[in-house]
């Protein structure tokens, strides 16, 4: 293992200051916690938190500021965060017209944060929440009931960010939630497995010239494995998947991410997207927002993903609302 770190049981601790120091004017910790908060908060905004294990860098801490997140919670590597940490990152995201968790879909991160969920409310905070399972690869996998939560979360964070900036209430941001979440779909592809530091060796290996289809951003199984072929060929495989589950028409509208697992350069990511584009003008599909780069990673592992979500008119608008956040 060669990484750029101290003793890997600090990890969290040194990277959320640095991460402090580094973006002093947007954000902050929030004391003797694993919480980062937004500087800016204003009264009468519902707060939007959201989290889970560390390691998916810039998610989510990256995503906190003005028009998205007020507030990420901070586990440890690939860990969930506890209930008493998440109601922290309520606490401080409270400016008292409620707060909605963003939670990602696996078993403990869901757990812990409707557990934080209820603490809050004894505490007389109104809390709603919002699952995320956006993964099509599998139906079940390692520490998940139901499909992974992955990359199209941030999509969740920016659409609902940019809601809550406007001013809605936490009633009506939830009622757009159920509605936008079944409309983001995303499917990836693993090069390497992701080594966790305190572990010291990559989660799974492959071969040189193979890859796996639909690996989680925590290592877990995908679908299947092969040789690795040409960028056109692996996104003829990711949009033939995205295809089946949306159903789509000629002229349906919708928005593309490519998101690096954390070591694939920007370079391939490009590539990757120039195929994926050339796809779906061939599908006749109306393409109103495209992003590329690691959003949601998985430490150091090579391989991407693929997210696309169908839009309706308001929701690009809000894609492409202003933010003031680290990684956005």
Request: hydrophobic share 40%; net charge negative.
């Amino acid at each position: 293992m060669k990484k750029i770190i101290n003793q890997p049981e600090e990890i969290l601790n040194q990277m959320l200051e640095g991460l402090t120091y580094a973006y002093s004017d947007l954000v902050e910790r929030v004391n003797e916690t694993d919480v980062i908060v937004k500087k800016d908060k204003e009264a009468g905004k519902v707060g939007l938190v959201s989290g889970g294990g560390s390691g998916h860098e810039p998610s989510h801490a990256g995503f906190v500021g003005r028009g998205m997140l007020s507030a990420a919670v901070c586990g440890e590597v690939f860990t969930s965060p506890t209930p008493d940490q998440v109601l922290e990152g309520i606490k401080a995201a409270d400016t008292g017209s409620g707060v909605l968790l963003i939670i990602k879909n696996y078993s403990g991160d869901v757990m812990n944060f409707e557990m934080a969920k209820d603490m809050a409310e004894m505490e007389d905070i109104e809390v709603e929440t919002i699952i995320v399972d956006d993964d099509i690869a599998v139906e079940d996998s390692t520490y998940t009931a139901g499909r992974r939560g992955v990359a199209g979360t941030v999509l969740v964070h920016k659409i609902l960010g940019a809601y809550a900036e406007q001013g809605k209430s936490l009633a009506e941001i939830k009622e757009i939630a159920d509605k936008l979440v079944p409309n983001i779909k995303t499917i990836g592809l693993a090069l390497t497995g992701a080594t966790v530091p305190a572990v010291g060796k990559p989660g799974f290996v492959l071969e040189d010239d193979e890859i796996e289809y639909g690996v989680g951003i925590h290592g877990e199984p995908g679908y299947r494995k092969e040789k690795l072929q040409p960028s056109k060929g692996l996104a003829k495989e990711l949009v033939a998947k995205l295809k089946a589950e949306f159903n789509w028409n000629t002229g349906d509208k919708f928005g593309v991410l490519v998101n690096g697992l954390g070591s694939t350069p920007l370079m391939e990511q490009f590539v990757f997207i120039n195929d994926v584009k050339e796809l779906l003008a061939e599908e006749g599909l109306t393409i109103e927002f495209k992003k590329v780069g690691d959003l949601m990673t998985a430490i150091d592992m090579s391989g991407l993903s693929l997210t696309m979500i169908k839009l309706e008119d308001e929701w690009t608008e809000q894609l492409n609302f202003p933010v003031t956040t680290i990684a956005w």
